[in-house]
Structures are given as C-alpha cells and as structure tokens.
C-alpha cells in the first residue's frame, strides 16, 4: 500500500460513527466494526478481542472474513492469559505490555498467539494485532489478516492506528448511548446528537467549530444561556471563546477556580442545581447575577498519547469547557449532563484534530519564511517564536554543541525575564561528558520528557531558576540528517501547573519541524563555507604562484612583469583579508577593536583601494583611467573615523562595480563623486554595470543575497559584502542606500558629519 | 596547443606564463561560451584541455545542470567527450567536494589536480608527462 486512500476511508470513519445509532444488539455493533475494519484496511480477515488484564483473560468479540462454524465457535469465547490450549500459549506479559504486534508466518509460527492448523484452515498467513486503548487503558486488540507473506508498511500502520482509535471512540459511544437510553433519552435527542456530530466533521476552523458546537449543545438540550471556554497554557486562564445571551464581562476563570474551573481539573462534568447553596460556597464564580443552576462539562481528550521518559504513553488533554447556566434551581438533569459530556467529547477530538492540521499549515508557513533568511539569529528567533505562538510552549531553549564538539551551551532562550537570560545562559554550559540533560540527550540521540525529579538536571540552575515550576518539557535532539551528528538541543515546556503533560502530537509537529530547520542551518553555513573556502583558495593559489614564478624565473622577467606580480600579491593579500572579515561574520566572531583616526577620506581610502584594485581592473581589460573622481573632492572629507572599516566598504563597492561590469573596456566606468547635505557627507558611486533589478532593491542588503544576474555573471561571491558594509555604516552612524538600480547604477554612502569631531578630544575635554 | 579555460584569469596568469616559457602554444578563455565555441572550432589543433569546474555556466550550458555555476565544468567535459573521447583533459580546479573528483577518476584520458597542491612548474610537469 503506498498511500492512505483518503476518501474511501472517510465513508468508512462515518459508517462507523452510525454504528451506535444502528445497533441496539453489542455483539452485531462489533462485529459491524469488525467488517468495516476488514474493508478499511483491505484485509483477508480481521478479529476483535477484549482484554481484561485485571481477570487476566482475553475474550474473542467478533470477526470478519471467517466462515459461520469459526464464528459460532469463536463468539464470546473467553481465554485464560498463561493457560495453554490447542498449542497456543497466551503470554501475559505480551498482553500487558499493550503493543502493537506482528507475526510474519501464523501458519509455520503462531509464535503462541494464534494457532497453526487454524492458520492454515482459513489461509492465514501475516498478521498485525492493533492496541485498542480508551484512557490509556490497554481494552483490546484489532487483528488484520492477509492471506500471504504480507510486510506492514508506516501507511499501513498509520491506517490501522486511525481505524483502531475510531474504533474505540465508536465501542464508548455506543457503551454510552446504552447508558443515555437508560436515563431516559428520547431516540430523537440521539438521533439530533449524532446530525450534530456529522455536522462538526464538515468545521474547517476551530472558532466557526466551538461556536457550532455551544449554538447546537444549548439547542439539544433546550437552554439559551451558556458558554464555552479554553485553558490557556500559557497562563492557566479560561478564555470565553464563545457566548450566548451577552454574558456581563469578568476576568477568565484560572483552572480549577469556580465550578468551571473545577470541572475541567477534576476532568468531569459537574451539575450545581442552587449555586447558592452551601455546598458551592466559596466555590461558585457569578457571571450572570441571577443564575441559580449551573452545568460545567470539561471538553477533554481522555487518551491522547504522552510521552514519559523515552516512552510513550496515555493521559488526558484538557482542552476548555462548556458551561450552561440558568436562571432556575434545579435546571438541569442527568440526562443533559450525559448528552452534553458525550457531545463534548467528539468535540475535543475534532478540535485537536482541526488544530493540529492548524499547526502543520503554520508551521509550513514559517518554514517558507526561513527560506528567505540567511541570518542565523534571524531564523532562530523566527523558530523559537514559531514554536511559542504556534505550538503554545511558553519556554524554549537552544543550546548548541561546540566546534570542538566537547561542550553544549544554551544560545537562545525564551520564557524568563530579561534580566535573568545571561546568567541562565551563563550557568547552562556544560561538558559532554558530564552527566547533565543536554549532554545526555546529545550522547543518546533520543526525544526525552524527563521526570521533574531527574538527577540529570543541574541542582544549582534549578534552585536559581526556580525549574520546579515548570515542566521541564520536552528536549529533542537536532541531528544533521547527513552525518547523523547532533548540532544542539531543543527544549520546550509549559508551566507545570497548567498541564500535566506532554502531548506525543506536539512532539512529532515540533520534531518535523526542529528536523527541517536542522537542515537548512546546516545546508546555509555549508553553502557559505565552501564560497568563501574556494576564494580562500583562490587567493591563496594566486599568491604561491606567483611567488613561485618569481623564484625561478625573476632573471628572465622584464621589471614591469616582476612589479605586476608584486601587485598581484599584494591585490591576492587584500581579498584574503577581506575574506577573514567575511568569515568572521559568518562564525559570529567580534569584530577587532576598532582604531579611530583622522582620515582624508578621499585620498587615504578612496584613491588607495583604487589603487590596490589595479590587477583586478587589468584582468578585465579595463583602463584604471575609467575610475572616475574629483581631484577638487580630496580634501572635502577629513573625519575619525575606523579606517580598516571604511576601507572595506569602499573595496566591496569598488570590487562588486568591477565584477558586474558589461563586458567591453568601452562599457566599463566608475565615477565617484562627493556631496554633502546639512549633517551629511554623501560619497556617490556610480557604474555603468550590469545593474540590479528593482525588485532587488532592498534583498541585495540581506545576508547571503545575491541577484540572479550576478551570480550568472560571477559564481563566486558569499553575499555577505553589501550586508556587512550596510551594517559597518550604521555602526558609525550613517547608513549605505541603493539610490538608483541600472545605467548608473549608484549607492550612497552616508557619512554623518559629527566625524568630523576628534573623539579623543572630546573624551579630554568631558 | 593547450587551451586553458578558467573564468579566474588573474590567479592562472602564473601557470599560462610558465606554461608559455617552458615552450607550450596556451590559449586561455575565462568566458565557457566563448570557449566552447573555440573549442569546436580548433578541435584539431588542440592536444589538453585545462578546465575549471566553478564557472558561469553562459548561455552554452544553461541547459545543463551546472549547480548555478558550481559545476560548469562537469558540463564543458561532457560536451568535449561528445566531440573528442580522446583528447587528453586536464581538471585544475579549487573545488574541495570529494564528489567531484570521483566523477574524474573513473575517465580515461583525464587528470584531476587540485589547485592548491601544484605550483605552476609542477603543472608543466604533470602536461609534460601527458603530452610526452
């Protein structure tokens, strides 16, 4: 099977929801469940057994695909766990370990499950045996049979895992509509629920869902005054979502605070039939003013799948709550609080569903977004605010293993106050091969939700950061899927008491996108790398050539040739300085400390890297005559200013004018020209190039940016030029503008005319 | 002659000038169109190729999966053996992925040097013993 057929398997999942309304009998119910199970997964047969660990017994409930006589004999019929018969020995371990279970050959090795002659009487042959769990609670097995040597594929398992949760959703609800029969609801109010229910499916937003759901919840049980509510993770609160009969405005609920609260934390329906009574004195929260009977029904997961450790496991999601109130005593009966917990219940599977649909669609978004940035702050803080607003954690942290690969420090962290973020930072540093979390979670490889208690946390981190209020979250490693190396950890988590877990789907959501965001950090600094190691390379080639042709052959060269290789050394030496600079931004170094001093801009920097640019501009075959400027302008600008930073920005524009020349020495000028306005001095360079495309105007100044046009005329070149020359330009207080795209093409650079002031003379006079 | 393409003219200068006085006929191009186009037409007079593999990939080889660039070369060989299997060719480049001389190493008629390892009196050894 290659993929899930979704619209067959709809029709399936709805067939199923019918199965409670259609069958009063449970023995037909189930074996209906059965058939539809055998259709969805396109099996030779399929079983249903219960099992009950407590009597240590498993009971055969239904089957699909077997003749009458197996079914007449198999039908109730209850096994022993240890016991043995007919060479099966019902293992209770295996059983009480609720996995899922394969056999490959039932016919040669029922492996003490199923029994080989039967196996062979009804050409059975591989099966899978689906854990059918309601509250974390192993209850049965779905078996699905084919008829032979049959290798289960992540579809096909997904499939099953999808049929089998159906399943049980549909086993409870018919167990309830029985229960609701027996307090007395009418066929039509079940016949009302399940419309409503079909209708819910059809929701493509969790608002218009929850809105639906009070509109249809109040209709069904004939009351016009409710509310429903949403635990915030972040701050513990009920938020009304949605209301009916304008509700006066209160502050939210916190969880476990009035009968709203108490529902949701106690994780059952409660019914106040006089909140004034004494009962729910100190306990009641007044919305309305003349409210006399309240109904609270917490809308819950009660199986969502958690992880503990490395494990995974069962637990219970609170999602909010539905509350109706009236203005009577006594309003409310025990069959509206059956009907509305049942309602309530396919509402938090559909919401967690919608939502969780909801999360992939933004998370997809954030990751077209990372696409487009290249700085590496950028993209983390874009992943951290993606993982808080959009997965709901409200503490993240990403540590990184050193280059050396001997230690792992906490970078970036969200969730504490400001003033506590360096020494956090500070103190979660820690070797690999201490015994510290994150070392751990580096040497295992494994997604882990440690226990609060673990002696794995830093005591001097958790006293200082008060952690036992948290969580403590989830820590994932973020592996390079290449090399299968872990670059750092990932830790989220909420505060501990306003959930009680870590839910497994927000775990897969999240690694799904720690896993793609791994890979574009490594796929960018690779990239960038190998540009600037190939212009390393490059300019490291041309100095030992040269040197080595003048070694051996200086006596046969004309004084000229000999001075042209000096000056392509020289020229060599500039880009590898230049290089280290680039390389330096890349790895986040801090820049040298800066020398401020009194600079003829012009004639010390200008003229200068003309000058040094000489073998650049002969390699084009252009004339340096080209390279147009105002002897008149030489003395216009003297300021103080960081000489080696300023000279990088006028080599990136003169070198980038160079390389994206038109071909043709009759095409190729620079004219530089000085301007200045009240505050400013304004350094204009203009060429005649290739040009940049409008649409480029502001992308050429982010990091890693390069046009399609340069990159086709030059294929080396990193892109960090004009983003570390824009950046040097701010840093003194000016700026670096693309004033026009083509023919010319000419930026600015803005220098603030303040330079002019000698710091060191200022600093004496203070 | 040896034609000797590399968009990096500067750096080669060195290499084509050793080249030259240790007796070799060099014809360097550092446009791939321009020197595919001369290729085709000199097949006859040419006896090496020496080719970088980062370069603009022109007009020539759009077409072809260069890598936007990073892989010119790769390209410009395949369009050689079209036209000459057995014209000896002479990789000289700075590209440091292992990937990439793998693909060489199972040619015939072909040699892989990297840049950094080969002064240029080294390089007129290595044609030396090519070109006999």
Same mark, same amino acid.
């Given at each position: ?25 449970? =023995? ?19 079983? %249903? ?15 699909? @695909? ?57 050409? %059975? ?289 969200? @969730? ?68 299968? =190396? ?34 574009? %950090? ?54 590898? %300085? ?114 940049? @495309? ?26 960090l030029g004009l983003t570390i020359s824009r950046k040097i330009m701010r840093e003194f207080g000016g700026d670096l503008v693309l004033a026009n795209n083509d023919k010319p093409t000419e930026f600015h650079m803005i220098l603030p ?12 006079? =203070? | ?132």
């Amino acid at each position: 099977m290659s993929k899930i057929e979704i619209d067959p398997l709809i029709d399936i999942l709805n067939a199923l929801s019918e199965v409670p309304l259609q069958y009063i009998d449970k =023995r037909q119910a189930l074996k209906r469940i059965t058939e539809l199970g055998r259709k969805a997964l396109n099996s030779h047969a399929c079983t %249903l057994i219960f099992v009950d660990l407590e009597n240590r017994c498993i009971t055969h409930e239904a089957c699909a @695909g077997f003749d009458e006589e197996y079914e007449k004999h198999m039908a109730g019929r209850q096994i022993k766990l240890g016991s043995s018969k007919d060479g099966v020995h019902l293992d209770f371990d295996l059983f009480a370990k609720g996995e899922e279970v394969t056999i490959d050959n039932l016919q040669e090795n029922g492996q003490g499950v199923a029994n080989p002659d039967i196996a062979r009487k009804y050409n %059975l042959y591989s099966v899978m045996g689906y854990p059918l769990n309601s509250d974390g609670r192993l209850i049965g097995y779905f078996n699905h049979f084919s008829s032979e040597y049959h290798h289960f594929y992540k579809n096909e398992r997904e499939l099953i895992k999808i049929f089998a949760r159906q399943a049980v959703l549909t086993i409870e609800r018919f167990e309830h509509y029985r229960m609701l029969e027996r307090s007395s609801i009418s066929l039509k109010r079940l016949e009302r629920l399940n419309e409503i229910m079909q209708e819910m499916t059809k929701a493509r937003d969790v608002d218009k869902l929850l809105e639906l759901i009070l509109d249809r919840g109040l209709e069904l049980i004939g009351f016009r005054r409710g509310w429903i509510s949403r635990l915030n993770f972040k701050t513990g609160e009920l938020d009304v979502v949605a209301d009916h009969d304008n509700p006066p405005k209160r502050p939210p609920l916190k969880l476990g605070q009035g009968i709203t609260g108490k529902a949701l934390q106690e994780e059952r329906p409660i019914r106040a039939d006089n909140v004034y009574s004494p009962e729910w004195n100190g306990i009641y929260v007044e919305i309305w003013p003349d409210t006399h009977s309240e109904l609270a029904v917490p809308i819950l997961i009660n199986n969502a799948e958690i992880r503990k450790g490395r494990k995974i496991n069962f637990g219970s999601k609170p999602i909010g709550v539905f509350n109706v109130e009236s203005p009577d005593p006594c309003a409310f009966f025990q069959a509206d609080e059956d009907i509305l917990w049942s309602l309530a219940r396919h509402a938090a599977i559909m919401i967690e569903r919608l939502e969780f649909d909801q999360k992939l669609a933004k998370l997809a978004k954030i990751e077209k977004e990372i696409l487009g940035r290249k700085n590496w702050d950028e993209i983390i803080n874009i992943v951290m605010q993606g993982i808080t607003e959009t997965l709901g954690f409200a503490y993240v942290n990403v540590s990184l293993v050193n280059p050396e690969h001997t230690r792992i420090k906490t970078e970036y962290v969200i @969730g504490y106050p400001d003033n506590e973020v360096e020494e956090f930072k500070r103190m979660a540093d820690h070797s690999l091969d201490s015994n510290d979390i994150q070392a751990d979670i580096v040497r295992s490889k494994q997604i882990e939700v440690p226990d609060i208690e673990d002696k794995r946390f830093d005591p001097g981190i958790r006293k200082r950061f008060r952690h036992d209020r948290l969580i403590r979250g989830v820590y994932m490693p973020m592996i390079v899927p290449s090399d299968d =190396r872990v670059i750092g950890t990932i830790e989220a988590g909420y505060e501990i008491s306003h959930r009680n877990y870590i839910y497994e789907r927000d775990i897969q959501i999240l690694k799904g996108f720690v896993d793609y965001v791994t890979l574009a %950090l490594e796929q960018r600094k690779k990239w960038l790398l190998e540009q600037i190691g190939h212009e390393f390379r490059s300019a490291i080639v041309g100095i030992k050539s040269n040197a080595s042709f003048l070694q051996r052959r200086v006596e046969e060269l004309t004084q000229d040739l000999i001075q042209r290789k000096f000056d392509d050394i020289l020229t060599d030496c500039e880009i590898l %300085l230049f290089q280290v600079k680039e390389l330096e931004h890349i790895l986040g170094l801090p820049a040298p400390i800066s020398k401020i001093e009194k600079t003829v801009v012009v004639r010390d920097i200008i003229i200068k890297t003309i000058k040094q640019l000489k073998p650049l501009i002969a390699e084009q075959g252009f004339h340096l005559s080209k390279i147009e400027y105002n002897p008149a302008d030489i003395p216009k600008i003297i300021i103080y200013v960081d000489k080696a930073k300023l000279n990088q920005v006028v080599y990136n524009l003169l070198t980038n004018s160079i390389k994206y020349a038109e071909d043709g020495p009759d095409l190729f000028t620079i004219r530089i020209l000085v301007n200045e306005t009240k505050d400013n001095f304004i350094i204009k360079f203009k060429d005649w190039g290739i040009g940049i @495309g409008k649409e480029f105007s502001e992308k050429i100044f982010e990091e890693g940016f390069r046009t399609p046009e340069a990159v086709s005329k030059n294929v080396t070149g990193s892109g960090l030029g004009l983003t570390i020359s824009r950046k040097i330009m701010r840093e003194f207080g000016g700026d670096l503008v693309l004033a026009n795209n083509d023919k010319p093409t000419e930026f600015h650079m803005i220098l603030p005319k303040r330079l002019k002031e000698d710091p060191n003379d200022s600093f004496r006079r =203070r | 002659m040896i034609l000797f393409v590399d968009d990096e003219k500067r750096e080669m200068d060195s290499y084509v000038q050793e080249l030259e006085l240790s007796g070799y006929k060099v014809v360097f191009k550092k446009d791939a169109d321009v020197a595919l186009e001369f290729f085709e037409k000199s097949l006859n007079e040419i006896d090496l190729v020496i080719l970088d593999i980062m370069m603009s990939p022109g007009s020539s080889f759009k077409q072809m999966d260069t890598q936007m660039g990073l892989r010119t070369g790769i390209a410009f060989y395949k369009k050689i053996r079209e036209k000459a299997s057995e014209l000896p060719v002479l990789i000289f480049t700075n590209v440091s992925d292992e990937k990439v001389s793998e693909t060489f190493l199972k040619e015939t008629k072909c040699q892989f040097l990297r840049k950094e390892n080969y002064l240029p009196f080294e390089v007129v050894d290595e044609v030396k013993k090519i070109l006999g």
